[in-house]
């Protein structure tokens, strides 16, 4: 099993001061006083302390503890622990900690430091580093100090570095999970607080008798050397009396010392500066011996040194005519220097007074030769606010210069805040371009409204940079102020936004300067000249047809090769006409050139026999467009005749594009009587079917209602009277059928009537 410290607790305070915790030729302390538990007989709260050969970190000490100092000299067991409910707390404590504190142990004494900074090294150990207990509440201890004498508040040293918290076990704490209580309730635990501060939980083989410890603490402070200060050490249990604590400080850690501060490194992110010098001074009297070190080499014995170079530096420094010692150390890292260019932007002038917009920033990578790690703090007017770092200019993207070739200031800085300044010359561009002659095109599109597009990269820049020295970029612009600006560039495919005609800008470029910025007129031109819509046109066949446009134009292109404004056809298809205007706008049309021819009569579907329902469909060819007529006087669009009464027809087709009239087609509708009144009044004395004799060959067969052959007719027959066998038939329904040569047969019926 490991060893564990051993527990003296028969020293007096005053020995415990003089001859444990200060120890020193360098220091002395005086008017030292204790108290602590007086209530465990023979037994003291405050001892003297040795590792014995543990793993404990100090060497040897003195222990402040909120009950039996002994009881610290033991393995670690869990333990409610405990004092006296009659010993009391500290008032002091209580008020820097805002605690109800029990048990408090107390040492006290005067000091008088020789140097203007004191430490000393501590560890604080609790039991209350168990269950949820550091989630809820601390034991408290606190190293106080004041001027002696004074009625000023004490200051507490026992924080965590860098900050005004306390040491504690609440402060001072890994994550607490989840858990169960002595009592048995359950409790959910709370996250970690400077973790990195507490050295972890002890064991049944620990060398101290506590949950668990932090790792090794220095209270400091900085003082007046030669004044004398109170000092006051002082531990106590919070609240209740049971879960005690410990503070052990270091045996000979009491003691004046030599400050220069914090390290200059780059790890630390306070390196110095590239040719930055730095004063050691360890402020004490020239009178004493000195030592100065560098990397454990001697470099000098002057009571301060300046540092120019990178090293561990060190001094010894032995107040003569005593022994007394003292030392300090720092170690300085030098950061790397910040190379620079001192750099020129040209920007062009609108109006040759020599006074411009600038973007500043167009010199952010210049003045820091391209390097990322340096951040530009801003540019300045004059060279002394850009060293302060005041005043800096609130829009560089957009400042006004005051003069031509006015300088202003860039501050680099790197990431420790060294910085160098970076000079930036305002210059008016020396160079200048010709305006250049309006560009114009024409409105390319079907409403010829004065906007159409340009193509700037195309149709403009070659014209600006004709002549100019190679390199050149040109950025196009609504006005003066943007191309000036450089903000809201237009695209390259560019639409007038003012009908007709418009003035752009154009910034010429040279890398980051500006060239000159030009105006730059735009027309657009409009052609729409009449009746240049497309056109459809009829060709007769076997002739020709003449197109034309408007005379009056520049040019004429035909697509058969033809340039006049005219042309003969003779062939059916698409032919078109471009004509160009003064300005070169062309409008082009299409003609569409369609045959057409007289039709041929081919044959008519005649449907007869059927009263008001009879009609005449004609049937043709040809390429045209036609209307048809059956007496050769009226004329209709559609090829079917309906509701046509019986008679001869001549059908005959027109050509509507005037291209003639088809063949003469002859057709009969025939019908018959749907009644006779056979009784020699001379009108409708016989049945016989209208014009049948200029039929092709047939046969009627007359029936009685019956079914009864009554008459039989052919072609040369006149008629039916009405008789059978020589008798008058009576009024009534009589059935014929009509049978051609051809096989086609009509059926129906009439009336008789006498």
Not at 237 to 266: C, E, H, K, W
Not at 355 to 377: C, G, P, Q, T
Not at 681 to 688: F, P, S
């Amino acid at each position: 099993m490991n060893a564990q410290i051993t527990i003296d607790d028969t020293k007096t305070p005053q020995q415990l001061i003089d001859n444990v915790l200060v120890n020193s030729s360098c220091a002395a302390a005086s008017n030292s006083t204790g108290f602590g538990d007086t209530y465990t007989s023979g037994k003291q709260s405050f001892a003297y302390f040795n590792r014995n050969g543990s793993s404990f970190p100090f060497e040897e000490g003195i222990v402040l503890t909120t009950s039996t100092s002994t009881d610290a000299g033991k393995y670690y067991e869990s333990s409610m622990g405990g004092g006296s409910p009659f010993w009391a707390g500290d008032t002091d404590l209580n008020q820097i900690l805002g605690i109800n504190s029990i048990n408090a142990t107390v040492l006290e004494f005067d000091f008088v430091p020789l140097t203007d900074y004191l430490s000393f090294n501590y560890i604080f150990a609790s039991n209350e580093y168990q269950y949820v207990f550091p989630c809820e509440y601390s034991d408290g201890f606190a190293f106080l100090i004041k001027e002696a004498g004074t009625t000023e508040p004490y200051k507490n040293l026992a924080v965590i570095p860098n900050t005004n918290v306390p040491v504690s076990s609440f402060n001072v704490k890994p994550q607490i999970v989840p858990g169960i209580r002595p009592n048995g309730d359950a409790y959910v635990g709370c996250p970690a607080s400077y973790e990195t501060y507490f050295n972890g939980f002890n064991t049944n083989t620990s060398p101290v008798n506590y949950a668990g410890q932090t790792v090794v603490m220095t209270a400091q402070t900085t003082v007046t050397k030669g004044k004398t200060y109170h000092i006051k050490l002082v531990v106590a249990d919070a609240n209740t009396r049971y879960y005690d604590s410990a503070v052990f400080l270091q045996a000979g850690s009491f003691a004046s010392n030599i400050d220069f501060g914090p390290n200059r490194t780059a790890s630390s992110d306070n390196p110095l500066c590239f040719g930055d010098t730095y004063l050691l001074d360890p402020k004490l009297s020239p009178a004493y011996s000195y030592k100065w070190y560098k990397d454990n080499v001697e470099i000098a014995t002057a009571p301060t040194y300046t540092v120019t170079q990178p090293g561990n530096y060190k001094v010894e420094v032995t107040l003569t005519p005593t022994s007394c010692s003292l030392a300090g150390e720092i170690k300085i890292d030098y950061a790397p220097e910040i190379l620079s260019t001192n750099t020129s932007l040209l920007q062009c002038d609108d109006n040759s007074d020599g006074i411009s917009i600038f973007n500043l920033s167009k010199a952010n990578n210049i003045v820091k030769n391209n390097v990322a790690s340096i951040i530009n703090e801003g540019y300045y007017t004059t060279l002394a606010n850009a060293q302060t770092k005041t005043n800096k200019i609130a829009t560089p993207n957009n400042y006004t210069n005051t003069a031509n070739n006015q300088i202003v200031y860039a501050r680099l800085e790197n990431e420790f805040g060294c910085f160098k300044i970076a000079e930036v010359t305002l210059q008016i561009a020396a160079t200048s371009i010709a305006d250049p002659d309006p560009i114009s095109t024409c409105d390319g599109d079907e409403v010829q409204d004065g906007l159409y597009q340009f193509d700037l990269n195309a149709e403009v820049t070659p014209q600006i940079t004709s002549g100019l020295p190679s390199g050149l970029t040109v950025n196009y612009y609504l006005t003066a102020n943007d191309a000036l600006t450089e903000t809201n560039q237009l695209p390259v495919i560019f639409k007038n936004t003012i009908a007709y005609n418009q003035t752009i800008y154009a910034r010429v470029v040279n890398g980051p300067d500006c060239y000159d910025v030009v105006p730059v007129p735009l027309v657009i031109n409009t052609f729409n000249p009449p009746n240049f819509e497309d056109e459809s046109v009829y060709l007769c066949r076997d002739s020709d047809v003449t197109l034309s446009v408007a005379t009056g134009f520049s040019s004429y292109l035909w697509s058969n090769g033809e340039t006049t404004n005219s042309t003969v056809i003779t062939a059916p298809g698409d032919y078109t006409v471009t004509a160009k205007d003064a300005n070169g706008c062309e409008k082009t049309k299409t003609f569409k050139v369609i045959l057409s021819e007289p039709a041929t009569i081919t044959n008519a579907v005649v449907r007869d026999f059927s009263g008001n329902d009879n009609s005449v469909l004609i049937e043709y060819t040809g390429a045209g467009n036609y209307e048809f007529s059956l007496d050769g006087l009226t004329y209709q669009n559609d090829p079917l005749f309906t509701g046509i009464a019986t008679g001869i027809y001549y059908a005959i087709a027109r050509d509507k594009n005037g291209c003639g009239l088809s063949n003469s087609f002859l057709l009969y509708v025939l019908d018959y009587p749907r009644f006779f009144t056979p009784n020699g009044d001379g009108y409708n004395d016989l049945w016989v079917i209208e014009d049948s004799n200029v039929l092709p060959n047939y046969t009627i067969h007359i029936f009685d209602r019956y079914g009864k052959l009554l008459k039989e007719m052919n072609q040369n027959s006149t008629g039916w009277n009405g008789l059978f066998n020589g008798q008058q038939l009576p009024s009534d329904d009589y059935w014929f059928t009509l049978v051609f040569a051809d096989g086609r047969n009509v059926k129906g019926h009439f009336s008789l009537k006498r």
